[in-house]
């Protein structure tokens, strides 16, 4: 029984684990489950000789706390409710058989780092370093929206090659305005041509020129066969109209409708497949356009290396910063630090401010950056116990200080490697006295 109460303070703690306790039998107060928690021996952690630091917001506010993790054992070591540097400096000088620390750019952990050691290898995290990449190739593509495609581009200007639809919206057009040249107001114009047209139809043909301005454009809205509509326009444009046969190669290809989807896509815009008109290029922001640059080519659709293809040949700074892009993955693929070096200097003459600056950014680093690309540490130990901290913050209702954080942590953490019954002697040395059970 002993073994199940300290199972239970450990992951539920307080009141959630007064209650189960209660179903067991056990009449425990929640203060008393806390007490008996905070009363439990750190566990001793393997010998540390990697580590790796980040910090975390552990309330909805801009105080954060610090954790340090064992890259190699992955088990949590301590946490701070500051991430100052001083308590980094004091754990590192009391553990001075840690050789290399893995951080994030933050100069904070850098320089609290260097003050406990400077012979401390350290390693700055290839997540962090992709990610602030990605920061500057959104500020590249929002400074060129002037390059992204025009949407409205590939819908009207193809609408004069035939159609029921075109041919309607030539002769509306030409109707309103030869009634216009002889004088007539708008609502006059309805009533004359008796048309099922809303007045702002009528309006919209008034003040267009030519009637392929006024030509409905394909919707832009989202939806589950957005990806497919190009494989779906060239196939129709090679002769295959059969819709079950067009539905099961897009079933192949991942998608998750229905053939009715597929019919009733058909059925609206019968039209513009008979005509050849492509669709409609999705709008896209330039967070998104950033994504796809940054996204491994065999990682894209067959229509996103359309998109991604025309708009590098449309914009030459866009095609230099993919060319980048793909070369500075290569770097952390190869693992040469050589290329790191090749890849910093292009960068430096390359013309892009926001690149240049980040280039700044890897050289003023550059030791941490290069033991990033020959060392196999990373922070992601760190980003996945911060995770679990913040579950079991979440667990008890978000009240919990930074005290009851760091040893639910620490004691959750170890409890996933350690049987119960390892530690049961310890918490029944502690707590005999008080007959807690």
Request: proline share 6%; aromatic share 6%; glycine share 6%.
């Amino acid at each position: 029984m002993q073994a199940i109460v300290i199972a239970v303070v450990t992951v539920l703690a307080g009141t959630a684990g007064a209650r189960l306790l209660r179903c067991l039998h056990q009449q425990l107060s929640w203060a008393a489950l806390l007490g008996s928690l905070m009363r439990l021996p750190d566990p001793t952690p393997p010998p540390v000789k990697v580590a790796a630091v980040d910090d975390f917001a552990p309330r909805r506010s801009h105080r954060y706390g610090t954790l340090l993790v064992d890259v190699e054992s992955r088990l949590p070591l301590d946490a701070w409710d500051s991430r100052e540097g001083e308590p980094v400096t004091g754990w590192l000088r009391a553990h001075p058989q840690v050789s290399t620390v893995c951080r994030d750019g933050s100069a904070v952990h850098r320089g609290a780092i260097t003050a406990a050691s400077p012979a401390i290898v350290q390693v700055s995290d290839r997540f962090h370093l992709w990610q602030g990449l990605g920061r500057k190739v959104y500020e590249v593509v929002a400074a060129h929206r002037r390059c992204l495609p025009d949407p409205a581009a590939h819908t009207t200007a193809p609408r004069h090659l035939g159609g029921r639809t075109a041919a309607r919206v030539r002769r509306n057009h030409t109707e309103v305005h030869r009634l216009l040249a002889q004088g007539m107001a708008l609502r006059a114009i309805a009533r004359h041509l008796d048309l099922d047209l809303d007045r702002n139809v009528i309006r919209r043909l008034a003040r267009t020129d030519t009637w392929q301005q006024a030509a409905p454009v394909w919707p832009q809205r989202v939806g589950i066969l957005t990806p497919y509509q190009g494989h779906l326009h060239r196939r129709w444009s090679e002769g295959e109209h059969n819709v079950a046969a067009l539905f099961r190669e897009l079933a192949a290809r991942g998608f998750g409708g229905s053939e009715a989807t597929v019919r009733l896509y058909v059925t609206r815009h019968r039209d513009a497949l008979d005509t050849g008109l492509p669709p409609p290029a999705p709008a896209r922001s330039a967070f998104e356009v950033s994504r796809l640059l940054m996204r491994r080519p065999d990682h894209l659709t067959e229509d996103q290396r359309v998109f991604v293809k025309d708009l590098l040949q449309r914009c030459p700074e866009l095609h230099t910063v993919h060319q980048l892009i793909r070369a500075f993955a290569t770097v952390f693929d190869t693992q040469h630090p050589a290329r790191l070096d090749d890849w910093i200097r292009r960068t430096r003459i390359c013309g892009i401010p926001q690149l240049r600056s980040f280039a700044a950014g890897l050289l003023d680093d550059l030791d941490a950056v290069t033991a990033a690309v020959t060392l196999p540490y990373s922070s992601g130990v760190a980003e996945g116990r911060i995770t679990d901290l913040k579950m079991i913050k979440r667990q008890m209702a978000g009240r919990a200080g930074i005290r009851l954080l760091r040893k639910r942590v620490l004691l959750v953490a170890h409890s996933r490697r350690t049987p119960p019954q390892d530690i049961t002697e310890d918490l029944w040395t502690i707590n005999a006295h008080e007959n807690l059970v």
